[in-house]
């Protein structure tokens, strides 16, 4: 459990803080002024003392690490820290904060408001506290043999020139069991702990949050289960066979081929650009003439992956990296069958040349991968290209699906809960807008009462409806059985009307950043975007109306 | 939901006792993967008190409440010795008195030591020769007790709450099971009725048609299923309804006389050897069972060739103008399902046949 600071200090602090800070004049403004309601002020208040605390500890930091200090032999470590504390209050940086915090820490409602959350937070951790400690030493094997396992998996994938040797197979079994037991032993504490269960839940939102600022990419557990196969498959199993990750439009392809490089390579992968799919030479290079009528290449970007070089003057090779294809099937098929037939199985530190090249040949960087997508025809969208026949041979290829959307795995909903969760890891949303509504079952034999989430689509908070609402859109646009088969039948699947797990997070951001702020509800703004998507005109009319009748059954 | 009256579209207040401030832990248990725990409710049901009449016409006073294993109606039998006729376990008298009900519907007690030392659940093992001399055993508490485990594993839990506690058959439905049994019906799965069926549809596909099979060979792992339109949702016909029942099917190839045949065609075959096709969640259901036990698709693999072939008419699930058909088509890994009109036929396609036995509940 990290280390939890007392309540009394914390009020204490502040009340110092509030001290220091100059009196309120006559006539200052009220909360009521202010605010639009308490819990607004005190939602502030809690922005402001979050602040507060990492500028903080940013400072103490600072004054342990760089500053120096005068030595004094005779002081203890608890005198020392002490010392740090008073010189870091008194830094004039956080003043300002200070008064900040004051000024709205005088409101009476406010205050009290703000001193009970603190209160609950505080009672919540200590009653956590054991079994989250025994959670965290579980979970710290498990994190020390997955960093070593990855450890292992990027050294063999950065030398693949050599087979990788028995040892290290072998250590990389032993950890897949050792990662696998903790995992059981923490999914049987967190199914027995429904505390512990949403501490974790909450955690877990965190990371996600964390994950969709920093990359825009949350790795959801469908999204990690990918990520280990398409490492399996371009480290481990076959190596340098080109990869087809294939799925339906919106599925999320391109946004995990850039995480997967980005996670694999610490780089964003090399991709095509907005050229015309035409021909696959300029991908490889172009030949280009100096001023002195000298020749050489400049490399495109997949023939940059390929050497880890800019242009084949450059003397210094990279390492390269991950060359990512969109749309596969929509260039010739000729040329792409050459181009794998070429790339297939090669070896890092191997010899390679490209017509494109004009006769230049340069090794294979130790970290080339290829990465391709495609929506391939099916029965619902026959008219898609198919790849041809003696490209699809030589690829592997990984299916990418919609995250799941259901009561036992419910990733969308987490998704978009991750969305709406702030900075400060609030969510400034009134909580009976948000989950699914429980129902209770009672069992007569066991005398015995259980929960189970009401299936009615017109059920639950509007954000948990929403969340149900695009899975069906996108199992309707998959040609699978919906909400509303049942009813429409065969009239119940979309034609060309689908929303991208991508679109919809990127709605419940923008609804986070302002309309919450504006006091618009939930529903109303979702509505509304629903509304003017769906009735744009470049989707058929029946798919429009169709997108109506999914909008009221799940009454949004 | 709570809502202005004034402005829907405002978002409601706080409900009342709630804190409109949520703490870290409130806001992870916005996710349902946060178990709720189950309660024990305060006030336990009061047993109802039950009678039943000794060999002397005495009336014995019982409360139909489990005891151990045994919850009441459950048919038992002395261990070790299946010759006698099974028991019917009641329940337990004020006294603690276990109270059973013979073969001619009288009540009998013993001590409840006797019960857990000298009783267990009834088995029936039924045991038939096929006209080639084959014998064929089924054990139908083994059945029940593999289906469920089948189910518990897939995630049908609309299916297991369906089973019953045992399998029990009247005198026509064992007459049904024995003859079955002689054609070389070795095979059985206990299914529930057909309406849970249906409803459970789209799980039935993502577990038994997607799910991966743990020790099979990568070149036989599901990719996506491929459904034409219409099917998921086509009719079944030939089923008791509302009722489980017994699916007994052969664990043998196709019979080559069903192949080259169309609907039309087999419909009096079938009726004049009294077989049943398989419904679609039948043979999703056998498919993933089948390939479970077997760790490759031989039991409905497409072949080019027509003999090795076990593409498969579902004779008793039925679109508008057509019958379904299925089979794993090897190329593309996966299970596809169609439709074809009745008068079509292939001789790569035959109709696996089964028979479909009532059970009582």
């Known amino acids: 459990m990290k280390e939890s600071p007392k309540f009394e200090d914390i009020v204490g602090k502040i009340e110092r803080a509030s001290d220091e800070a100059p009196e309120r004049k006559e006539g200052a403004v009220s909360f009521s002024e202010k605010w639009a309601s308490p819990e607004e002020g005190t939602e502030e208040l809690y922005a402001l003392w979050r602040d507060y605390q990492r500028k903080r500890s940013d400072l103490a930091k600072d004054y342990r690490e760089k500053r120096a200090e005068p030595k004094n032999e005779k002081e203890s470590p608890a005198d020392r820290a002490r010392r740090i504390r008073a010189t870091v209050a008194a830094d004039t940086k956080l003043a300002p904060l200070r008064t900040a915090i004051s000024s709205r820490f005088k409101d009476d409602q406010v205050r009290s408001m703000f001193e009970n959350t603190l209160e609950r937070e505080l009672a919540e951790e200590e009653k956590l506290a054991p079994s989250y400690d025994n959670y965290l030493r579980e979970k710290q094997l498990k994190d020390g043999s997955e960093e070593r396992r990855l450890e292992l998996y990027s050294d063999i994938f950065s030398h693949r020139e050599k087979e990788a040797d028995e040892l290290t197979l072998l250590e990389l079994a032993d950890l897949a069991t050792r990662v696998r037991v903790s995992e059981r032993s923490m999914q049987r504490m967190e199914r027995e702990d429904p505390e512990l269960s949403a501490r974790l839940s909450f955690e877990r939102l965190r990371t996600y949050r964390e994950q969709l600022k920093k990359d825009g990419f949350i790795w959801t557990p469908s999204r990690e289960k990918l990520f280990d196969k398409i490492l399996e498959h371009l480290v481990i199993v076959n190596q340098n066979r080109p990869l087809l990750l294939y799925g339906e439009t919106g599925t999320g392809k391109t946004r995990l081929a850039r995480a997967v490089s980005q996670r694999l390579t610490d780089r964003a992968p090399f991709e095509v650009g907005e050229e015309a799919k035409t021909d696959i030479r300029p991908l490889l290079g172009l030949r280009s003439i100096d001023k002195d009528k000298e020749t050489f290449v400049t490399y495109g970007p997949l023939g940059q992956a390929v050497t880890g070089k800019k242009t084949s003057r450059d003397a210094q090779a990279g390492p390269g990296g991950i060359f990512y294809m969109d749309e596969m099937n929509g260039y010739p098929p000729e040329g792409l069958r050459s181009l794998i037939k070429q790339l297939s199985g090669r070896r890092a530190g191997e010899e390679i040349s490209f017509a494109a090249w004009a006769g230049n040949s340069e090794k294979l960087a130790p970290e080339f991968g290829f990465i391709g997508s495609a929506n391939l025809p099916s029965e619902k969208h026959p008219d898609r290209a198919e790849l041809p026949v003696e490209v699809a041979r030589e690829l592997g290829s990984l299916e990418v699906d919609y995250p799941p959307q259901s009561a036992e795995n419910p990733e969308l909903y987490e998704m978009m809960l991750a969305a709406l969760m702030d900075q400060n890891e609030r969510i400034r949303v009134p909580k009976s807008e948000l989950p699914p509504e429980w129902k209770e079952v009672v069992d007569a034999r066991t005398n015995t009462k259980h929960y189970e989430i009401d299936a009615d689509p017109k059920a639950g908070g509007t954000l948990w409806r929403f969340a149900e609402f695009v899975a069906a859109v996108q199992k309707s646009y998959k040609g699978e059985e919906n909400a509303l088969t049942d009813t429409l039948r065969d009239a119940s699947y979309l034609r060309h009307a689908v929303l991208d797990p991508g679109l919809v997070i990127s709605w419940l951001q923008e609804y986070r950043k302002s309309a919450m702020r504006t006091h618009e509800s939930l529903k109303g703004f979702l509505a509304t975007k629903i509304g003017e998507w769906g009735s744009q005109k470049i989707y058929p009319e029946e798919d429009r109306n169709l997108l109506k009748k999914f909008q009221e059954a799940f009454q949004l | 939901?709570?809502?202005?009256?004034?402005?829907?579209?405002?978002?409601?207040?706080?409900?009342?006792?709630?804190?409109?401030?949520?703490?870290?832990?409130?806001?992870?248990?916005?996710?349902?993967?946060?178990?709720?725990?189950?309660?024990?409710?305060?006030?336990?049901?009061?047993?109802?008190?039950?009678?039943?009449?000794?060999?002397?016409?005495?009336?014995?006073?019982?409360?139909?409440?489990?005891?151990?294993?045994?919850?009441?109606?459950?048919?038992?039998?002395?261990?070790?010795?299946?010759?006698?006729?099974?028991?019917?376990?009641?329940?337990?008298?004020?006294?603690?008195?276990?109270?059973?009900?013979?073969?001619?519907?009288?009540g009998v007690t013993i001590a409840p030591r006797e019960l857990e030392a000298g009783y267990e659940r009834s088995r029936r093992v039924y045991s038939e020769r096929t006209r080639e001399g084959k014998e064929v055993k089924l054990d139908t508490e083994a059945v029940l007790r593999e289906s469920a485990g089948f189910y518990a594993a897939h995630d049908l839990k609309d299916f297991l709450k369906e089973l019953p506690k045992e399998v029990k058959l009247t005198a026509a439905s064992e007459g049904q099971l024995r003859e079955a049994m002689r054609e070389g019906f070795d095979k059985a799965m206990l299914l529930p009725k057909t309406e849970v069926q249906s409803a459970n549809i789209e799980t039935i596909v993502s577990e038994t048609a997607t799910k991966e099979i743990p020790n099979l060979q990568p070149n036989e792992q599901y990719t996506t299923p491929s459904f034409e339109s219409g099917t998921k949702t086509s009719q079944t016909r030939n089923r008791p309804k509302r009722k489980v029942y017994l699916l007994l099917y052969q664990s043998s190839p196709i019979p080559d006389e069903t192949k080259g045949k169309s609907p039309d065609q087999l419909d009096p075959l079938f009726a004049q050897k009294k077989w049943n096709g398989l419904t679609l969640s039948e043979y999703m259901l056998l498919q993933r069972k089948e390939a479970e036990a077997a760790k490759d698709h031989r039991f409905d693999a497409y072949s080019d060739d027509a003999k090795k072939s076990q593409w498969t008419w579902l004779l008793d699930s039925r679109v508008p103008g057509g019958v379904v058909h299925a089979r794993w088509n090897p190329g593309y890994r996966r299970v596809r399902v169609g439709w074809l009109e009745p008068g079509f036929s292939n001789a790569r396609l035959g109709a696996r046949p089964a028979v479909v036995v009532e059970v009582e509940v």
Do not use: C, Q, W
């Open chain 2, 1 to 106: 939901m709570k809502r202005s009256p004034e402005n829907p579209e405002r978002p409601p207040e706080a409900i009342e006792g709630e804190s409109p401030i949520l703490t870290p832990s409130e806001i992870g248990a916005l996710s349902p993967r946060v178990p709720h725990r189950a309660e024990m409710l305060r006030e336990a049901p009061k047993p109802v008190e039950a009678r039943i009449l000794d060999e002397n016409g005495d009336s014995i006073a019982y409360f139909p409440e489990a005891i151990g294993e045994f919850s009441p109606e459950t048919s038992i039998m002395k261990k070790r010795d299946h010759t006698k006729a099974p028991l019917i376990f009641k329940g337990r008298t004020k006294d603690g008195k276990v109270v059973l009900e013979t073969e001619d519907g009288e």
